[in-house]
């Protein structure tokens, strides 16, 4: 996995706490998006981390629960529309999998609303952006990941 570098990215505001995001882009739509969002030089929060996956059915339940485990706010799956999926269904495998993790994080106290899935074209820089801001959003409401606040490794 390899991080996106051509994102602009909007000044935070010092002295407050600030989510820690990480956004799983697939290799075709998603990171499409995102990076056409970055050509189009649209900014997006500079808390979030974009990580570059092959297909969003890449992504384990591991690679999810050990990014919360190690203190991230919030995490953002951007995969291919449905039907668009380049590895046939990864994508459907990947919401699959989200809800599961959804109910999991909320009988862990984690809860549900600091994962999100969404699915995008490549041309959809501004939707991507917007969601990215959503997510943002969100988590900067729920306050920080408990599980950092508890001192889990
Ligand atoms: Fe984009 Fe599978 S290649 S979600």
């Known amino acids: 996995m390899t991080e996106l570098q051509t994102h602009r990215a909007k000044p935070l505001s010092a002295g407050a706490w600030v989510p820690e995001i990480i956004a799983f882009c697939c290799n075709y739509c998603a990171y499409a998006a995102a990076d056409l969002a970055g050509s189009r030089r649209m900014q997006y929060p500079s ?26 706010d919030g995490v953002l799956i951007a995969g291919c529309l449905e039907g668009g999926c380049h ?13 599961y993790l959804q109910e999991m994080l909320d009988q ?4 549900r609303d600091r994962l999100r899935m969404v699915n995008l074209s490549a041309a959809m820089a501004p939707t991507f952006v917007q969601r990215v801001e959503e997510i943002v959003e969100k988590v900067k409401s729920l306050g920080p990941n408990p599980l950092r606040k508890s001192g889990v490794p």
């Open 47 to 72: 808390n979030v981390r974009v990580v570059h996956v092959p297909c969003t059915g890449k992504i384990e339940m591991e690679h999810i629960l050990s990014a919360f485990e190690k203190g991230i």
């Open 87 to 99: 590895f046939l269904e990864g994508n459907l495998r990947a919401k699959r999998r989200s809800e």
């Open 108 to 111: 862990i106290g984690v809860g």
